[in-house]
């Protein structure tokens, strides 16, 4: 192993992933180097810390004991906190690569071990969200130095260190592990052993989230009622329960757990390093399909108002969204996030009280909301550089605009109304709460698309990288921010009048009018960003 | 040409390469950046010709291609198809011009017939009569037996055939076409060129291609416009330039190095082999 090799390797693997843009941009700048996401981080972590530090401190001066309290949770959360984000950000942002580029990756032909690539690769993932790690750093050392507990701090960051790591070389496990699904079905023929890879891959990816991702496996073992000792002997929860050891002065404890949990990173490191060697496979997807029919007009898409045109581009992506690799966790997360939501929904006994109110507004309002602004931040940059293709044919902008909203709002509106139906059918909460429901769904994926596509026009990525994003990785974050915020701010007035009862009086009236009416107003304002970008961009080709 | 079928893109029409220019390329500058890709650059095309746009890389063939089908708009300068500004009616432009581009940029999840099903969709084609036209290009190139493949099993080769496919299949008065004969097996090859030539001498079609294989060039184009750094150096008929260089009896590789300043490819070769 080769440490010089494995950090010119990472170091290049997160250049990849920081360069994403048009490719005009320009390489020597700083801001292009991976150096600037220390920067990034000293930043942010900083500024968490002050502000954090500021109200740990009024809260310190009201309830030092709710302070402790606060603080010891957090803290021994932190490590669980670094390991989960890393899985759920890398389910959907990490596998990315085409097929094509992963098989003619200079990395397979070069002399690297897969060894030295897992550690490569796992550092890559450790640099890069480690903006993550800076903001719960920082909040977790506000609350620390407030109360006094430096040294669980100090040794809760080098754990959360290591859980970054350990989801760096999961997510390994699962590129690995995916890329050889791919293979599995190549030179079969027919649509079924498209959809045989599907399921298989939603079985891989809701099985990869349950086993390993402790934010899931927190609520699963809640769950099966499994908690204190029975939690030891979950290996991802050691660094929690070290942190916890050490704050009730169990050193001995805290240290044996520690060690426990390198142990375990080591093992998962032999894993990832053992199925890279063994599972990847690197060939071209090939596969034969039932012959073409040329009389297909999408006729169900026409009834909906698309023209032929606008028909066909659809049912392009709807056929990209189910035939990619890249592109299956995307349709798969609503689909993941539903399980891990009905699983605490179903918690409450007869979905009543405010936690099944709370799961029937996530099914209802935020997952199909989430869905559309998934697909319609990733509509263009999904294309990669066949993007061109749209750029020569006779296609007015107004059709590119109105089918790539059709692709982001049909799915989501399928998801939201299977979702409400359950809702209505399952929950039952009243007529009055359905109709307004299924308003909410209507206005969730409408802000999702076309917020997504406002972002997509601006900021899309089409390069072919060893990393490659569909959106560049601040307006990422901007969009993801921005529509989670303004899809709760919609949907929480309704979610908590469901919650009460959903009573239809006069007060409930007006505050939901007001609600959907600055939802229909910051729609409008994305429909007209989305529009206005879509033209923009149309205008000349970034590739 | 073979024997195969290769479908016809017009009623034929005798059509030599005469009357108003079908594209005129009027002083055109492009910028990316501080890189200037066009300086000035202007030629025209007319009915029924074939013109190579020759030079070295990075000398704005591509960039010149992508401004002529509007999907770059020029710094300067303007590009007139059919006597019209192509920026003023980019969609009007597109449905009269078949673009092959450097390299195939296909939608790989597709298979070939699903591709050009797709194509022939956003061209508005006639549904009844486009699986017997796409069924003739499938035959005559050699891919009978995959067109329910996914491209993305497919070799350079075959995408390329399937990019070439996808130009002609609108009937198009004008061909762009960007290194067209990458990758392609020499009978393949050898289809196309005849191709080209045949519907540049029977229908009319103006045909503007780049490629680095100056033989091609020397052997179907009537005209060659050779950029460099983005200008034109020089534009006519090989016998043309070789009069005005006075290179009696040169090829068109000779007249290619010698206006590109690349004769000193001797000592290079003597330094890399050190």
Redesign the interface.
């Known amino acids: 192993m080769d440490r010089r090799k494995i950090l010119r390797l990472a170091n290049v693997l997160v250049a990849s992933q920081i360069r994403a843009g048009r490719g005009?941009s320009d390489p020597g700048s700083f801001f292009a180097r991976p150096i600037a996401l220390v920067l990034a981080d000293a930043v942010l972590f900083l500024s968490v810390f002050a502000v954090v530090f500021e109200g740990a401190g009024f809260v310190g001066r009201r309830d030092p004991a709710l302070l402790y309290l606060l603080s010891t949770e957090v803290i021994s959360f932190l490590p669980l906190l670094a390991l989960g984000v890393v899985l759920i950000a890398g389910v959907m942002f990490e596998l990315s690569s085409?097929?094509?580029f992963a098989t003619s990756d200079a990395a397979n032909w070069l002399p690297i071990t897969p060894v030295e690539y897992v550690a490569a690769s796992s550092l890559a993932a450790t640099f890069v969200y480690s903006v993550t790690l800076a903001l719960s750093l920082g909040a977790g050392l506000g609350l620390a130095v407030a109360s006094g507990l430096e040294v669980a701090y100090v040794f809760a960051a080098a754990l959360s260190l290591l859980g970054l790591f350990l989801g760096g070389l999961l997510i390994e496990v699962l590129r690995a592990s995916t890329q050889r699904l791919s293979s599995l079905v190549?030179r079969r023929t027919g649509r079924a052993a498209l959809a045989l890879r599907m399921v298989v891959f939603l079985v891989v990816i809701l099985a990869f989230q349950s086993i390993f991702n402790p934010l899931f496996l927190l609520r699963i073992l809640a769950w099966l009622g499994v908690g204190g000792t029975g939690a030891l002997a979950v290996p991802l929860l050691w660094p929690s329960r070290a942190v916890l050891a050490l704050l009730d002065g169990q050193v001995g404890l805290a240290g044996l757990l520690a060690a426990a949990d390198v142990v375990f990173v080591a093992l998962i490191g032999y894993l990832a390093a053992w199925v890279r060697a063994r599972f990847w496979a690197p060939v071209?997807?090939?596969?034969?399909?039932?012959?073409?029919r040329?009389?297909?007009?999408h006729p169900w898409l026409a009834a909906v108002g698309l023209s032929?045109?606008e028909a066909?581009l659809v049912?392009?992506d709807f056929?990209?969204l189910v035939?990619?690799r890249e592109l299956v966790p995307i349709l798969l997360t609503p689909v993941v996030i539903a399980i891990f939501s009905l699983v605490t929904t179903l918690q409450s006994p007869s979905g009543e009280g405010r936690g099944a109110g709370f799961g029937v507004g996530l099914l209802v309002a935020w997952i199909p909301g989430f869905f559309a602004l998934l697909l319609a931040t990733t509509s263009f940059g999904q294309e990669?550089?066949?993007?061109?293709?749209l750029?020569?044919?006779?296609?007015?902008p107004s059709s590119v605009f109105r089918a790539k909203a059709a692709a982001a709002v049909l799915p989501a509106l399928a998801f939201g109304l299977a979702f409400w139906a359950l809702e209505a059918g399952y929950f039952q909460p009243g007529a009055a709460a359905d109709i307004v429901l299924l308003a909410v769904v209507g206005l969730v994926v409408a802000l999702g698309a076309f917020l997504g596509l406002a972002f997509a026009s601006r900021y899309s990525d089409f390069q072919e990288r060893p990393r490659p994003q569909f959106l560049r990785p601040l307006p990422m974050v901007g969009a993801m921010l921005s529509g989670v915020g303004l899809i709760f701010a919609i949907a929480l007035p309704v979610i908590f009048w469901v919650i009460g009862g959903a009573p239809v009086d006069a007060v409930a009236v007006a505050d939901l009018g007001v609600a959907f009416a600055v939802g229909a107003v910051v729609i409008a304002a994305c429909f007209g960003a989305a529009r206005s970008g879509t033209e923009r961009f149309l205008?000349?080709?970034p590739v | 040409m073979s024997g195969d079928a290769v479908p016809s893109p017009l009623p034929s029409t005798a059509a030599p390469a005469s009357g108003r220019p079908i594209l005129e390329v009027r002083d055109v500058s492009k910028s990316y950046g501080p890189v200037l890709a066009l300086r000035r650059a202007a030629f025209e095309l007319r009915s029924g010709e074939i013109v190579g746009l020759l030079g070295p890389n990075g000398a704005g063939k591509s960039t010149a291609m992508k401004v002529i089908l509007g999907i770059l708009p020029p710094d300067e300068g303007e590009v007139r198809l059919f006597g019209e500004n192509v920026q003023s009616d980019p969609v009007g432009a597109k449905r009269r011009i078949g673009y092959v581009p450097e390299n195939p940029q296909l939608y790989e999840f597709l298979t070939g017939a699903e591709y050009l099903d797709f194509i022939a969709d956003m061209y508005e084609l006639d549904v009844e009569h486009r699986a017997a036209r796409i069924g003739q290009f499938f035959t005559a190139l050699d891919l009978k037996g995959h067109e329910n493949a996914m491209i993305s099993g497919y070799s350079l080769g075959m995408k390329q055939k399937i990019a070439l496919i996808a130009a002609l299949l609108h009937r198009p008065k004008l061909l762009i076409l960007d290194e067209p004969l990458n990758g392609l097996d020499p009978r393949s090859a050898r289809i196309v060129k005849d191709l080209l030539k045949s519907l540049a001498t029977r229908e009319g079609v103006a045909v503007l291609f780049s490629t680095h294989v100056l033989e091609i060039a020397q052997a179907i184009c009537d005209r060659v416009v050779i950029l460099d750094h983005g200008s034109v150096l020089a534009s006519g008929t090989v016998g043309s330039l070789r009069d005005r260089l006075g290179r009696a009896g040169s090829g068109l590789e000779e007249l290619f190095l010698n206006l590109t300043g690349t004769e000193d490819i001797q000592g290079v070769v003597e330094a890399l082999a050190r």
């Open positions: 005009t085409t097929n094509r190549a071209p997807f090939e596969q034969s399909l039932e012959a073409h040329y009389a297909t007009r032929p045109v066909s049912s392009k056929r990209g035939r990619r990669r550089r066949a993007i061109q293709t750029f020569a044919l006779p296609i007015p205008r000349s080709v």
